[in-house]
């Protein structure tokens, strides 16, 4: 079906499933079985009811991905490793620095992904607050006594004529 261009259901639930499931549209795209990403755009936008069942899997999907963050955090598999001593002879046991950087590497993009998939569930929240107690009009400086005289003078009227 390499090619595919007429738009399916099976084709869409096929795509929604592997989005659910943590494939990204590219990586679904690249399968020779199904439509190249600008297809699956054209369809996005052409197709209400797919375009809506298209958002619900991106919205599960940052769902599961909010799940993997625990697994990813817990799985200490490869935080250890055995290595040769340099000086010969034996081997010792030393922290795994480039799997720890990889597993806080994965939680990071995933959380950067949901926030921009989930603005409003995972998304930075900003604290604003503020002394209410206070108004504008209140810093602003106290007329000086000679404002209106000042007034007077620089008024349109105060100008000689070849000014006005």
């Known amino acids: 079906m390499a ?5 399916s259901q099976d084709i869409a639930d096929a795509i929604c499933e592997r989005i659910i499931s943590g494939d990204s549209l590219r990586h679904i795209c690249d399968d020779d079985s199904m439509p190249s990403a600008s297809t699956v755009f054209k369809w996005l936008r052409d197709i209400e009811a797919f375009s809506q069942q298209y958002a619900r899997a991106k919205t599960a999907q940052a769902e599961v991905m909010a ?10 598999r490869n ?9 010969g002879g034996g081997t ?13 590497m994965r939680i990071d993009v995933r959380k950067w992904l949901m926030s921009k998939m989930m603005p409003k569930k995972y998304g930075d929240k900003l ?7 206070h108004s504008y009009a209140a ?3 106290a007329p000086q006594p000679d404002a209106e005289k000042w007034q007077q003078q620089h008024s349109p009227a105060a100008l000689p004529p070849t000014m006005q």
């Open 3 to 7: 090619g595919v261009s007429t738009f």
């Open 92 to 104: 010792h046991i030393e922290l795994n620095r480039e799997a720890i950087e990889r597993s806080r």
């Open 67 to 76: 799940e993997e963050l625990l697994d990813i955090a817990e799985d200490g």
């Open 139 to 141: 810093r602003l400086p």
């Open 79 to 87: 935080d250890w490793i055995e290595v040769e001593n340099k000086r």
């Open 127 to 133: 604290e604003l607050s503020g002394d209410v107690t």
